[in-house]
Every structure is written in structure tokens, then in C-alpha cells.
């Protein structure tokens, strides 16, 4: 296995709590990556338990990952000059994927960050970017756009904390209507070190995770509407598109 100096590895907690109309709350562990888009991590023979592809991500599977960022950037008015991106995100584990959320920190060539792109996809296999700036604590707000839970319509927006991970990982989505209370979800987690061993316990302890989450929040989905939570129709939505 070899991998980058920013490559990361995360055990984390993943918390999802709303409050209105009706409170439901729960907690899950799982793991996510922190990789290079130039520098992704070599597996080896232990590709098929952590990979990550142009395919499960914004853009055409004909590209690479960075070649997708920097031309989805582009439509943004935003060259980055070949600086770092580092992408947040669960990997591809056995042929599986499902990924609620990445974001990507965007960096010139002298380091300093240019922006986020956020990344959301729904168990309905629709997905879409937003681009934000976050400020030096890492906080960033934005329109909702996309259509996630049967319980929730596109309206509101999303208060975002996304701060650059390092040793911990800390992701916060807050979303906001007025004279609503708020649901939130969150990501948190600590370093694993980045090794063989930690992606063979990973497989043995949380095998096929991406189905495992994707499982989980359409399980709470029915609890939610065996309660009467009221369904909202679902939108068609245009994915981003990237030329």
C-alpha cells in the first residue's frame, strides 16, 4: 500500500437528529478518507476494499477525478493553476458505493484555500455539487438544491461547518427554514494510521459499508414515515453538468 503524506484515514461517528415535527435521532460509526486527487492512494491487491473513481463522483467516468474538479471549477470562473485538492469521502468497497456527502478543499499553488465543493448525493442516485467559500473557521452557508430526504423539500439552506481535517475530522451540515427548527447532521472521527492492517480491519469490521449507510438511512426513513411524518414530492433534478 502507498499512499501520500495527506492521505488520512478516519474512524468516525455519524449523528443525524431533526426536532420538528417529530424528534428522531440517531448515531452510527463508520470510516472516510481524506486523499490527494493528484497523489490518490496505490492498494494494491486491496484495490477492491478502498478505491475511489471518477464514476462515483461530479463529472464523466471518462475523466480523472482532478480533471473533473478543475473543469467543474471552471464553469465557477475558478482556475486553481494545478494547486492541491484533497477530497473528504468513503471509498468504493467491494464494488459498492454510496456517498451521502464529500468535500473537496480546493488550494492555489502557494497553499492558500480557494474554496469547497460539497458534494451531496440521495439513495435516489441523484447528486449535486455546491461551490462555497468557508471562512477561516470553516464555516459556509448555501442555498439547498437538491431534493435528500422524503421528509424534507428543497426549500431552506444549509449552515456548513467544514473546517480543514488534520488529527480529528469534524463535519457539520445545519439545515435552516424560518420558523423551523433545524436538523443536523454531523461527522466526526480521529486518525487511524494509514496501513494494510487498518484496511483489512476496516473490511472485517464494517464490511460493504457504503450499502451498510445507505441501508441505515432508508431504514430510519421508514420508522420516520410509520410515525406519519408527511412525505414532500420529489423534484426532477438536473445533475451539474460538466463539458
Given at each position: 500500500?502507498?499512499?501520500?503524506?495527506?492521505?488520512?484515514?478516519?474512524?468516525?461517528?455519524?449523528?443525524?437528529?431533526?426536532?420538528?415535527?417529530?424528534?428522531?435521532?440517531?448515531?452510527?460509526?463508520?470510516?472516510?478518507?481524506?486523499?490527494?486527487?493528484?497523489?490518490l492512494p496505490r492498494l494494491g491487491a486491496l484495490h477492491p476494499l478502498a478505491s475511489f473513481e471518477s464514476r462515483d463522483h461530479l463529472g464523466t467516468p471518462d475523466r480523472t477525478?482532478?480533471?473533473?474538479?478543475?473543469?467543474?471549477?471552471?464553469?465557477?470562473?475558478i482556475d486553481l493553476d494545478g494547486g492541491q485538492i484533497l477530497m473528504l469521502t468513503t471509498p468504493r468497497v467491494l464494488g459498492t458505493v454510496f456517498n451521502p456527502i464529500s468535500v473537496y478543499w480546493c488550494h492555489t499553488p502557494d497553499g492558500r484555500l480557494?474554496?469547497?465543493?460539497?458534494?451531496?448525493h440521495n439513495t435516489y442516485g441523484d447528486r449535486h455539487a455546491y461551490l462555497v467559500h468557508a471562512d477561516e473557521h470553516g464555516r459556509a452557508e448555501v442555498d439547498k438544491a437538491l431534493y435528500v430526504s422524503p421528509f424534507n423539500d428543497v426549500s431552506?439552506?444549509?449552515?456548513?461547518?467544514?473546517?480543514?481535517?488534520?488529527a480529528k475530522v469534524h463535519v457539520k451540515v445545519v439545515l435552516e427554514r424560518p420558523g423551523q427548527d433545524p436538523f443536523v447532521a454531523g461527522l466526526s472521527g480521529r486518525t487511524l494510521p494509514v496501513r494494510t492492517g487498518t484496511v483489512l480491519k476496516l473490511a472485517l469490521t464494517q464490511p460493504l459499508e457504503p450499502?451498510?449507510?445507505?441501508?441505515?438511512?432508508?431504514?430510519?426513513?421508514?420508522?420516520?414515515?410509520?410515525?406519519?411524518?408527511?412525505?414532500?414530492p420529489r423534484p426532477s433534478h438536473h445533475q451539474e453538468a460538466v463539458q
Open positions: 500500500m502507498k499512499a501520500s503524506p495527506s492521505t488520512r484515514i478516519y474512524s468516525t461517528s455519524i449523528v443525524h437528529a431533526r426536532k420538528a415535527p417529530v424528534q428522531h435521532r440517531f448515531t452510527s460509526r463508520s470510516h472516510t478518507w481524506l486523499v490527494d486527487l493528484d497523489d477525478l482532478r480533471e473533473n474538479l478543475d473543469t467543474f471549477l471552471a464553469t465557477q470562473d480557494a474554496c469547497n465543493v460539497v458534494e451531496v431552506g439552506s444549509y449552515r456548513l461547518t467544514i473546517p480543514m481535517p488534520g450499502l451498510a449507510v445507505a441501508a441505515r438511512i432508508r431504514w430510519h426513513g421508514i420508522r420516520l414515515w410509520l410515525r406519519r411524518l408527511p412525505v414532500q
